[in-house]
């Protein structure tokens, strides 16, 4: 039964994202005849049809789309599960999805990865730069097999080990009222336009509650989605930004914060179910580096 459904499954996902018959019936490798056929009995097995004739091209049903939608998580523990079972025979022959904020693809990122090839020279990356809310969504569908953002989550749903601390400092044009100053307190900012990230960003989350916590909500001038256009933006003297220290010298002012504040960066992996072999080795190391 489960030879016949799996490719019958595939046609209604193929249908589903092209409407074409002939289509579907190539990119499964089957005639197309055999592909209507094969719809035919889907539509026969629940009792309404799953496709209907929309001109040239098909469209699915009401009855068509939830299975397609029931197919798509079928399929994609079945694609899940192959993984699994492949790796646990050839682990170094594995991939490895990870999923992190832009700011981290400089530095964090290539260190972790070489450092990992040097012992696993053969397992596959695929890497995915996000905001951190988008980050967590992928790892929640399993787009990512591991993600790296800040700061860490608090559902349960994840597990995650602190990785990284950064701390973060006021940046101001030169020339600035703050700019000579050995450290400045958030209040003293409640007056400033400040330039951030976008929401979704962790680095935003964590502006928006150390201004929180000092009383006020910032004004935002301007919003972006990489800290070294935020950097700009500063330097052209479009507002005051937190952020963590520059990796090489910027020439803007660089303030420390009373108290000090930082950020966690963290790993983040998904609490169940157990993580394929290559992907746990990644881990283990980027706990251990």
């Known amino acids: 039964m489960m030879d016949e459904l799996v490719p019958r499954l595939a046609v209604l ?24 056929r094969w719809l ?11 496709v209907v004739r929309s001109g040239r091209r098909v469209r699915l049903t009401r009855a068509g789309r939830l299975l397609c939608e029931a197919a798509d998580r079928a399929l994609a523990a ?50 995915v730069q996000d905001s951190r809310q988008d980050i967590l969504d992928h790892l929640v569908n399993g787009v990512v097999d591991l993600a790296l953002v800040s700061p860490p989550p608090t559902d349960p749903a994840f597990a995650h080990a602190v990785v990284r601390e950064e701390e973060l400092v006021l940046v101001v044009p030169p020339g600035h009222r703050l700019a000579g100053r050995a450290s400045v307190r958030v209040a003293e900012l409640a007056g400033e336009e400040f ?36 950097r700009g933006l500063v330097a052209a003297g479009l507002g005051v930004a937190l952020l963590p220290h520059a990796d090489s010298p910027s020439g803007l002012p660089e303030i420390p914060l009373t108290p000090r504040a930082s950020r966690e960066i963290a790993l983040v992996w998904p609490a169940d179910p ?8 990644f881990r283990d190391h980027a706990l251990t580096s």
Do not use: K, M, N, W
């Not at 157990?274 to 080795?281: E, T």
């Open 195 to 230: 330039v951030g990230l976008e929401p979704g960003y962790g680095l935003r989350q964590i502006t928006d509650d150390l201004c929180a916590a000092a009383g006020f909500v910032p004004t935002l001038a301007f919003e972006g989605q990489e800290t070294e256009t935020v």
């Open 274 to 281: 157990p993580l394929p072999p290559a992907v746990r080795a």
């Open 78 to 127: 079945l694609e899940a599960g192959h993984r699994a079972a492949a790796e646990e025979v050839s682990p170094e022959r594995g991939q490895v999805a990870l999923g992190f904020l832009h700011l981290l693809g400089r530095s964090v990122v290539p260190a972790l990865v070489s450092g990992f090839r040097e012992f696993h020279p053969s397992v596959r990356f695929r890497l």
């Open 13 to 36: 996902r193929a249908l589903a994202a092209d409407e074409h018959v002939t289509h579907a019936a190539e990119s499964v490798g089957v005639p197309q005849p055999t592909v209507s």
């Open 40 to 50: 035919a009995a889907l539509g026969a097995s629940v009792g309404a049809p799953v």
